[in-house]
């Protein structure tokens, strides 16, 4: 079972840049598909970036160009930099990790973004 600790979330201006991290541990980083899913208030869970694959992206349709996930398979870590930050993107960033094996699916506890002046 993988344990994910995200971090890097906070209060910014908008146009501020921020670096979500998110941390894995207790499982083969390998045998997972990893991604950054965000909850606003009042709305439902949506996709903001994932893997796929070894080397693909895929990004949810508002988050295009503003947004880019990486990681770094060493540190076992997924990054998530998101640039001119919009109220809008006020929520809750989850990490997400997908057994590419079995399907099963874990979340961290998120991390609580707030575009503010």
């Known amino acids: 079972q993988v344990q994910l600790v995200e971090s890097g979330g906070g209060l910014v201006q908008p146009g501020g840049s921020l670096r979500l991290s998110c941390a894995a541990s207790?499982?083969?980083?390998?045998?997972?598909?990893m991604g950054w899913y965000r909850q606003p208030p009042g709305k439902e869970r949506e996709l903001v970036a994932r893997f796929t694959g070894r080397f693909g992206t895929d990004y949810g349709g508002p988050m295009k160009g503003r947004f880019t996930i990486s990681k770094d398979n060493v540190k076992n870590t997924v990054y998530l930099q998101i640039n001119s930050l919009k109220p809008e993107d006020t929520a809750v960033y989850y990490c997400n990790a997908r057994n590419i094996w079995n399907s099963e699916t874990y979340w961290g506890q998120g991390t609580q973004v707030t575009v503010s002046s």
């Open positions: 207790g499982a083969t980083f390998s045998a997972y598909v």
